[in-house]
C-alpha cells in the first residue's frame, strides 16, 4: 500500500549518494540523523537503508531559507552563541 504522503516520483538515496549530496562524513551523517537534525532513513531491506530524496530536498530547502532570512551561522542549539567573535575554524 503507498503512503499517501509519498510520491510516486520519490525515490530512496543511499548513504554513499547522501553524502556527496550534503558533504557530510559519514559520522557526521549518522549523528545529525541521531539528534533529529536530517531525515531519518527508511529501512527498505534487512541489511538496508535509503533515505527519501523528497525529504532530503525539504532538508536542503529549510538549509537554505533559514540561511537566507538570518544570515546567520545555520546551528539548531540555542546555547551556541557565536556572537562573541570566536572563530571555530582552524
Not at 529549510?62 to 570566536?86: N, V
Request: hydrophobic share 40%.
Amino acid at each position: 500500500m503507498l503512503n499517501s504522503d509519498l510520491s510516486i516520483s520519490d525515490r530512496f538515496l543511499g548513504k554513499t549518494e547522501i553524502l556527496k549530496i550534503v558533504g557530510f562524513s559519514a559520522a557526521t551523517l549518522w549523528r545529525e540523523v541521531h539528534v533529529g537534525r536530517f531525515p531519518a532513513p527508511v529501512h527498505i531491506s534487512a541489511n538496508r537503508v535509503g533515505f527519501l530524496e523528497s525529504e532530503v530536498k525539504a532538508w536542503m530547502a529549510d538549509r537554505i531559507g533559514r540561511k537566507r532570512r538570518s544570515h546567520a551561522p545555520l546551528t539548531d542549539r540555542p546555547d551556541e552563541d557565536r556572537s562573541q567573535g570566536g572563530c571555530d575554524v582552524v
